[in-house]
């Protein structure tokens, strides 16, 4: 069965001096490691520090306010528009400038979903999702806006995009062939249909498919429906 929750439902506990952390998926959750996802809420002036396994891969993902990132991959100023994939073996800081609200994610031991990790891992890299094309669905309203594809990103272990769905739009029943994988809605209200069973959506709520689980969004609200989804 698909989970369905709110970040606000989650007990905020906390990671470092002036950070607030809440675990969103996990083996405890979810019960498989696939992936791990947590919300991160920083005090002005708060710091945390990063650090990716080798073998892992990770990123991060602005959701509000403005961060510095620096480490082994040089030092970057990351605002709302930004997601910042970072490889094993990642060293680094993140300072929030003035308060800031992010996701950081993990997926653990990629090897397991692309055997060419280990002789081609993906570097570190900085995304602007404001300056990506915006593609247009061939079948109804929908957009799209691709973070990381084989392509972009040299490995098949993850894949991610920002879907936005315009009022009155609505996506057609499917399911995810050899995938797991979440979504989190950035803003705007809407409904999921999971497995045949309606849901409400808000800002906030993140929703997790295993694989073959039939579903499909709907925007009945008056503004955009927008989420990522990896």
């Known amino acids: 069965m698909p989970k369905i929750f709110n970040k606000d439902a989650i007990e905020a506990r906390n990671l470092d001096d002036g950070v607030l952390r809440r675990l969103l998926l996990d083996d405890s959750i979810t019960s498989d490691d696939n992936v791990r996802l947590d919300y991160w809420d920083l005090d002005a002036g708060s ?3 990063l650090s990716v396994a080798a073998g ?9 306010g403005e961060v510095g990132l620096s ?13 910042t994939f ?3 073996g990642f060293q680094g800081r993140v300072v929030s400038i003035e308060g800031a609200q992010l996701l950081r994610a993990q997926v653990p031991d990629a090897v397991r979903f692309d055997p060419e990790y280990i002789h081609q891992p993906p570097g570190f890299r900085v995304v602007d999702w404001s ?3 915006v593609l247009d669905s061939t079948h109804d309203a929908r957009k799209r806006i691709y973070f990381v594809t084989p ?25 995810h062939e050899g995938a797991e994988h979440f979504q989190y809605v950035i803003s705007g209200e809407g409904i999921v249909y999971a497995n045949d069973e309606p849901h409400r959506l808000r800002a906030g709520d993140v929703v997790y498919n295993y694989e073959r689980e039939c579903h499909y969004f709907e925007c009945n609200g008056s503004e955009n429906l927008v989420f990522v989804e990896f």
Not at 71 to 79: A, F, I, K, M, Y
Not at 151 to 175: Q, R
């Open 47 to 49: 710091a945390v520090n």
């Open 86 to 88: 970072l490889p094993g």
């Open 56 to 64: 892992d891969i990770a990123w991060l993902q602005i959701l509000g």
């Open 71 to 83: 480490g082994s991959e040089g030092s970057h100023t990351l605002g709302y528009q930004h997601l």
């Open 131 to 133: 300056e990506e094309p």
């Open 151 to 175: 392509k972009l990103f040299a490995t098949k272990a993850i894949s991610g995009e920002m879907i936005i769905y315009p009022p009155d739009t609505i996506g057609s029943n499917h399911y």
